[in-house]
């Protein structure tokens, strides 16, 4: 985006689906355009045409054809469905990012822009992102909605505080682009803005690498595994985490579900929600005692399990190759099916009153 | 403003924009109905949302179902079906004419929803001294025995002879956030449900102030076959109530 | 070519009569009238006032506007300018502008009944009125709301620091007084026709108000218990609506809409009948297809029941979720389509006459046309993903609510003015008001579709430079919109003193309300009509009931 540029009329084209909105949206344009025509220049023709002549004049019965009634419903739903399945498949692309891109965390918050690159750079309000490859963003909010838009790249969802939502793109374009907050969240709504800026790959990386060294939030993520007693439980009578991810798992009720991003923030926030099947309700809610980037974090840590680990001695770390950020798709995708491992004794029963010592 | 003091003329009593009682009379009907459609979307909005969450926290809001005495709302079931009982036989002296048998049915009406709101009350002691107010005092550790009192004690020694009859519950250990939410949709639910019912009785007073001046007669009784659709609305919206609210205590 | 023969005295006005307004000159009879008329006078004093509160917020939103930096006010003030200027105008002068002031004046004068079925129920919702603008008044002037008109979740529940549960209740009252009134209008449309006035014969405008009723009574006690559960969670501390506690911000989204996007067709439809109706009597033609134009207003009621979720497709809702609605909106554009189609028809061969009140009808048919097509943009899904929450929106829904139902509002009251006052508007200032208007109009909106394509987001105090141009425009339409508003509330006042006086039946229109002295006596009618024409029957030359009484009958 050029500062000194004159006026614009059209916003710039600056990623994959840009151009996708842009050439549907003049289709949309030029029918309405026509419409807009069509209707008023009837109405102006007619209006000359059938001009009151004398004061007494009586205009002649013209009957209402059932044909040209049907008509006025017929061609527009016509032309509404091609609308419709045009946009609805736009949409579909819109909301499945594409498998392989990369992952960015966000949180919104009053009224600021948190981001998080999983290799460690932890960004303010600007994204540095690379041109040509998908990104994606998991974003959450710590207090209100927000919605994190950038009009360059024709995209926005809302930042949902409790939940994770998810956007993508690819950039096709170098520069710097509008990042505004597109969710009313307060006094400083207006003031919620930033910088998208998209880089050579090059010159990507050798940002990453020149930032001021962040560690990797997937290594933020271990010290929180183990400072707040996750490893306590996990891997002995608390089920394992080791390729937990994108993984199905069996719920008590019966249901199985997909441990995914949501999954397992939620498991962290409100774990009596989603029950284990085989275990008991006596993981602590860490609502209170974890932000929403240390949730990130400790998702990234467990992204990072790709392995099983060492059941069999107790406090054990996960062995295995190095930590590497997330290539995990969302969403479009068949899950890896590694089941959970067996617990490494007998879990207490369900009706046992009493938590275990370890309990906060 | 036309004074409706009762004559043997029926058409004294139709007022100035109706043609005859006739039209009066289903003007009024339908108006009635239409206002019960506006209440049923109000409830509505409620049990949709407390129908959403108990979706999303099954658990904790059985926990909450657990907490409430059930038979205490089975009671008032009964009760408040009687009521709407009383109301029928009210509407039906009024369409036979007889202001005396309007006002006896009514009264025992008023009796029976003053029993009803009794019942109500003690529950909300009950759930008042055990923590249980969203707001007030709900407490995340349930309290003891001797903090709750004799008198709460012995509506809990009931409660458990009951839950023979159904499977036992597990006091729980802590009540969750959710089970808060729980409660808080019982209150107000239940409140408003109240409300209306408080409401019905203040009108059933009026009524039975016309009925006293005889004003009612076998052409002209739309208040009370009207109001008759109101209560009777009260008592369905208890009806369902009643279940979503109290006997969803399965897992 | 024949005359149209109703009463010779048909433009001949019938001054020293009893009307309705002369009947009883005590503010006391004012106050605790029963008479749909007066009652229908006493909302437009009020919505008027209403509606310069709003225009006052919208004033210090575009007068803020015209700098990126803001200038005017504080970011905290201007949030609350654009919330009181939504609240104002959305609950408490759209919703009841038509239905409460010309549905009320009109309804039983187009069906030939003497009153509405409760006149004092009539009365009550009046009140209910006066009573929930208090307290939103007081709200404002405590210090103001600074939620939006939408109060989301959990800004509205548990972060906003302003008067939030005092608008609530003024919202919460003011719901059951459009309650009532729909109640009203349901039972007296059902019940109080005059003999051999069918379903087919009612005019549209009657059809309007039905459809709007049907969504007045099922729609607005959900928005009333959803900010109810608001007020609720921000008195106790309680989470319903906040996540940190278990809530759903989203379902808030949803029970919100659930009646607040059928709000938007209890504004719109009301217009849509007053369209009908000033089309017909200008053109002296029946409207092109009644029936289906008559069903598609109870279409268009019930569909709008089904579409709310399209505000939330962006709000994280499943993909599928998405596309119901979608497709759900499209559909809801077809009986609006079947409408606008059926308008520009009925001007095929008929006698068009371009008075003030066919102005705002032409002027409606266009905006009202570019508003719903931009509509149909948003409800394309691949296309909401860029413009939801921008200014694309915002000109979308003015264009529909401001060049639509305030247009057709204003086309209203100037064909009915003669009706209600018995005096004749200005009709060249009449002209130049409606050209002011449309001119205005499309200066301060149309900017705004540009402005939203480019990203500028909504509820922005302040923007990034290269908006600026845009911005100004806007402002600028804005003065003169004003102008074209003020204008009519001048020269209506000044009617009311020194306008011509007007007959029965000055526009020569063949519904039943025409055919009464102009103002109608407190009762309507001398003898309740007897309806046996079709409406819109200008090629029979046949008006709907009995014919005028002469100047000598009082």
Known sequence: MDMESPLRIFPDSAATQAWRTDVLFFFELTISVLFVLLIAGAIVYMALRYRRRSEDEVPPYTPSPAIIEWSFMVVPFGIMLIMFFWGGYLYVQDRRPPPGAMQINVIGKQWMWKLQHPEGPREINTLHVPVGRPVKLVMTSQDVIHDFAVPEFRMKMDVVPGTYTVEWFEATKTGEYHLFCDQYCGELHSRMVGRVVVMEPEAYQAWLVGTVPNEPAAVSGARLFQSYGCAACHGQRAPTLAGLYMSKVKLDDGRVVVADEYYLRESIIEPAAKLVAGYGPIMPSFRAQLTEEQIFDLIEYIKSLGLAMDTSVPGALPTGPETRPSTQPFNGYRPDLLPNQPPARQPPTYNETGGSPTRE | ?251 | MTAIPYSPDYAAPQTGRTTYLNATHTIRSWLLTKDHKRIGILYMISITIFFMIGAGGAALVRINLLTPAGILSEPAQYNKAFTIHGVMMVFFFLVPSIPATLGNFLLPLMIGARDVAFPKINLASWYLLIIGSSFALSAILFGGVDTGWTFYTPYSSTFSNTHVVLMIVGIFINGFSSILTGLNFVVTIHKMRAPGMTWFRLPLFVWAMYATSLIFILGTPVIAITLALVAVERLLRVGIFDPALGGDPILFQHMFWFYSHPAVYIMILPSFGVISEVITCFARKRIFGYVFVAFSSVAIAIIGFLVWAHHLFDAGISVYSGLIFSLLSFLVAVPTAVKVFSWTATLYKGSVSLETPMLYALGFIGLFTIGGLTGLMLATLGLDVHLHDTYFVIAHFHYVMVGGAIMAYLGGIHFWWPKMTGKMYPEFWGKIAAAITFLGFNLTFFPQFVLGYLGMPRRYHAYPPEFQVYNVLSTAGASVLAVGYVLPLIYLLWSLKYGAEAGPNPFRSMSLEWQTPSPPPTENFERTPICSQPPYAYDLQTPMGSPVPTAAAT
């Open chain 2, 1 to 251: 403003m036309t004074e409706h003091i009762a004559t043997e003329h029926a058409h004294s009593l139709v007022q100035h924009q109706f043609e005859d009682a006739y039209q009066q009379k289903e003007a009024a009907t339908l108006g009635m109905w239409a206002f019960l459609a506006t209440e049923v979307l109000f409830f509505g909005g409620l049990f949709v949302a407390y129908t959403i969450y108990r979706h999303q926290y099954p658990d904790p809001f059985r926990q909450g179902a657990l907490n409430l005495k059930w038979y205490l709302g089975g009671i008032n079931t009964a009760v408040l079906l009687l009521s709407s009982f009383t109301m029928a036989m009210a509407v039906h002296a009024a369409a036979i004419g007889s202001n005396a048998k309007i006002i006896r049915y009514l009264v025992l009406t008023i009796i029976v929803g003053g029993a009803f709101l009794g019942i109500k009350a003690t529950e909300y002691y009950i759930e008042y001294r055990e923590h249980l107010i969203p707001g007030l005092n709900f407490a995340h550790d349930p309290p003891s025995e001797e903090e709750v009192g004799p008198f709460v004690g012995a509506f809990e020694k009931v409660q458990g002879w009951f839950d023979r009859v159904v499977p036992p519950r597990q006091k729980e250990e802590k009540r969750s956030d959710t089970e808060e939410m729980f409660f808080l949709f019982y209150f107000i639910m239940t409140a408003i449900h109240a409300t209306h019912m408080i409401v019905g009785i203040g009108i059933m007073l009026v009524l039975i102030w016309m009925a006293k001046h005889e004003m009612f007669s076998a052409q002209w009784h739309n208040p009370v076959e009207n109001f008759g659709l109101y209560w009777h609305f009260v008592d369905i919206v208890w009806v369902f109530l009643f279940p979503t609210l109290y006997l969803l205590r399965q897992p």
